[in-house]
């Protein structure tokens, strides 16, 4: 090899060493086979007569977008106006940045990106891929305005599952 081709190569294996490195940082392909199981219980009001197993306000079922995403999720009434996100036997992919959003955006069946086009909540990072998890949807928030739930990837903006809040009368 001559000693003029030598600099080019150096440059060139920086640079696939340097894309490679941010290429694996961003999109962490090793999330797809890992999984975080998380089996919270659900918890309960309490009012006068003790522990009250309390109907919830609103719920639904996750239909997948970017990921398969199955399990329900339910709106349920703790005390003093304070109110919980209920996620039921969550199976979807690991990945980066997960959020739970509330959203005011309607679920469309072919895609998710929508779902960040109004008014939504985040109510914290996903606690795991699986299995049933709370969250507490802060104080004074009016659930009757957000029509969705998603499981959203802030580092890439796409929904990967959502569900549509049905409110209960």
């Known amino acids: 090899m ?3 081709k030598r600099p080019v190569l150096w440059i060139a294996t920086a640079v696939v060493v340097v894309v490679a490195a941010v290429g694996l940082y961003l999109f962490q392909p090793w999330r ?7 089996d919270e219980a659900a918890p309960v009001a ?3 007569q003790g522990a009250v197993a309390a109907k919830p306000l609103a719920s639904g079922s996750f239909i997948s977008h970017e990921h398969e995403t199955s399990g329900s999720v339910e709106i349920q009434p703790l005390t003093a106006g304070q109110s919980n996100l209920r996620l039921t ?3 979807t992919s690991d990945g980066p940045a997960l959020h739970v959003w509330l959203s005011d955006q309607p679920v469309e069946q072919d895609g998710g990106g929508n779902l960040d ?21 802060p104080a004074g ?4 305005k957000f029509s969705t739930v998603t499981i959203w990837c ?4 796409v929904s990967f599952g959502a569900a549509e809040l049905k ?3």
Request: no cysteine; charged share 25%.
């Open 141 to 144: 928030t009016d659930v009757n």
């Open 117 to 137: 086009d109004g008014k939504h909540i985040d109510l914290g990072s996903l606690k795991g891929n699986e299995g049933n998890q709370n969250y507490a949807i």
């Open 32 to 38: 797809l086979f890992t999984t975080h199981r998380v």
């Open 89 to 91: 036997n969550l199976r």
């Open 154 to 157: 802030e580092r890439f903006s």
């Open 46 to 48: 309490t009012g006068r």
């Open 2 to 4: 001559s000693r003029n």
């Open 167 to 169: 409110q209960r009368a």
